[in-house]
T-cell receptor, first 112, second 115 residues
C-alpha cells in the first residue's frame, strides 16, 4: 500500500460527459502528479501540483483540468469525453520535487 | 528532447532463466535520474530503483540487478533465476533532477515467465 488513494477505481461513462477523478496523497506529501496510461500513448505525465499551485504541465489536453485543494487532495476533471480518453489514470505523490514518487492504484476510465 | 526506448515489446522465458530488459535513453541534461517500475497484472506501479546519473555503479538487489552505462546511454535490468511472479510489464523512466516526479516513460516490456 503506497498510501496514495484514488477514487473511483473504475468508471464507465459515455462520450461527451464529464468526470472527476480524486486523489488523496500520502500524509505529508505536498506534491501531486497525474499520469495517463493508454494503449496509444503509453504512460505519460499530465500535470503536477505542489502545495496548491500548478508546478509542471505535460501533455494534458485543454479538455482536462486539475486542481489541488488546501487539504492537499487533488482532482482531475475530464470533460467532453471521447473514446480515446479511455485509460488508466494514475495519481502519484511525493514530499517535494525531488522526493521518491509513490503511485496510487489508478482509476480506470472507460468511455463508451 | 528526452526520450526512453525499450525496444523489447514482449519477452517470454521459462522459470529459472535469467532475463535482461533493455533501456536506452536520450537527454541533453548532464544530470538526470533513471528509474525502473514494475506493473503486475493487478495494474499498480511498483517502484524498483532510482539511479542518479553521477552514480555509475551497478546495483544488485536480490535477484534483480541493474547495469548503468552512461557511455551508451543504457540502463538495463536483469532478473536472475526468473520466477512466475516476475511476470509483469516493466517500465524504464527518465527525469530531470529538478523534478524527479515528472517522468518520461518508455513503452514498457511485457515479461512472461512460464512455469
Amino acid at each position: 500500500d503506497s498510501g496514495v488513494t484514488q477514487t473511483p477505481k473504475h468508471l464507465i461513462t459515455a462520450t461527451g460527459q464529464r468526470v472527476t477523478l480524486r486523489c488523496s496523497p500520502r500524509s505529508g506529501d505536498l506534491s501531486v502528479y497525474w499520469y495517463q496510461q493508454s494503449l496509444d500513448q503509453g504512460l505519460q505525465f499530465l500535470i503536477q501540483y505542489y502545495n496548491g499551485e500548478e508546478r509542471a504541465k505535460g501533455n494534458i489536453l485543454e479538455r482536462f483540468s486539475a486542481q489541488q485543494f488546501p487539504d492537499l487532495h487533488s482532482e482531475l476533471n475530464l470533460s467532453s469525453l471521447e473514446l480515446g480518453d479511455s485509460a488508466l489514470y494514475f495519481c502519484a505523490s511525493s514530499v517535494s520535487h525531488k522526493g521518491e514518487l509513490f503511485f496510487g492504484e489508478g482509476s480506470r476510465l472507460t468511455v463508451l | 528532447a528526452q526520450k526512453v526506448t525499450q525496444a523489447q515489446t514482449e519477452i517470454s522465458v521459462v522459470e529459472k532463466e535469467d532475463v535482461t530488459l533493455d533501456c536506452v535513453y536520450e537527454t541533453r541534461d548532464t544530470t538526470y535520474y533513471l528509474f525502473w517500475y514494475k506493473q503486475p497484472p493487478s495494474g499498480e506501479l511498483v517502484f524498483l530503483i532510482r539511479r542518479n546519473s553521477f552514480d555509475e555503479q551497478n546495483e544488485i538487489s536480490g535477484r534483480y540487478s541493474w547495469n548503468f552505462q552512461k557511455s551508451t546511454s543504457s540502463f538495463n535490468f536483469t532478473i536472475t533465476a526468473s520466477q512466475v511472479v516476475d511476470s509483469a510489464v516493466y517500465f524504464c523512466a527518465l527525469s530531470e533532477p529538478s523534478n524527479t516526479g515528472k517522468l518520461i516513460f518508455g513503452q514498457g516490456t511485457t515479461l512472461q515467465v512460464k512455469p
